[in-house]
């Protein structure tokens, strides 16, 4: 099983579409917990830390369930420009504190 | 501006060639990192350093080498042992303290001739 999981993709969605991206991590030790964002070609950006009360950034919100070792994102009224790869990280302090990357979910948002 | 500086863009190796890819930061970053990333996959960790002098294998180290010699620079050596290095590579840096989220640089693109 590997450690950071993402739905696999892409996803494809009309303008103004709501969509949520799911990540499964199965280090229960994880501590510190990120949405990056990589466009094609290009280096990973970092869109969101994730706080154990949730948060949001304008569009975007971000869940933890440390229960179920589980975080979301989810992107509101989606635009052109979020079309890109999203990629769940983890770090796990046992880990000496590195980060490990899903393999992405890629979206595509369509006119 | 603050950032991380890698270069070269695109390098192209040839058979039994060792190549060096150069990453420098100015963002006072104690932890740099190098990653590796193929197409439509993950980031791998090759390599970490958390302080001058020292650094740690990641989870694919084999066939590259690293140094630590000044706290702005961490360079990535793909040594003829790599049989497959063309990839995607990404260096990165973070503070250590609390949570603190990883900055790449915009990443060198290296091929075989």
């Known amino acids: 099983r590997k450690e950071v999981e993402q739905d696999p993709g892409p996803f494809n969605v009309p303008e103004g579409a709501t969509v949520a991206f799911n990540c499964t991590y199965s280090?229960?030790?994880?501590?510190?917990f990120f949405w990056y964002r990589q466009d094609c070609r290009k280096e990973p950006k970092l869109l969101m830390s994730?706080?154990?009360s949730g948060n949001e950034d304008g569009r975007f919100t971000a869940q933890l369930n440390r229960a179920s070792q589980y975080i979301s994102l989810l992107i509101r009224d989606s635009k052109l420009s979020d079309s890109a790869t999203y990629l769940c990280v983890v770090t796990s302090y046992n880990q000496g504190g590195k980060l490990i990357f899903g393999q992405g979910t890629e979206l595509s948002v369509k006119p | 501006d603050g950032g991380i500086t890698q270069s070269p863009k695109y390098l192209f190796r040839k058979e039994g060639q060792n190549v060096t890819l150069s990453c420098e930061q100015n963002?006072?970053?104690?932890?740099m990192y190098w990653y590796r990333q193929d197409p439509g996959q993950g980031l791998r960790l090759i390599y970490y350093s958390q302080i001058v002098n020292d650094f740690q294998k990641g989870d694919i180290a084999e066939g590259y080498s690293v140094s630590r010699e000044k706290k702005e620079s961490f360079p990535l050596t793909v040594t003829s042992a790599q049989k497959n290095p063309t990839a995607f590579y990404l260096c990165a840096s973070s503070l250590l303290q609390g949570d603190q989220p990883q900055h790449f640089g915009d990443g060198t693109r290296l091929s075989i001739l």
């Open positions: 994730v706080y154990s």
């Open positions: 963002l006072n970053h104690d932890a």
């Open positions: 280090n229960s030790a994880s501590q510190s």
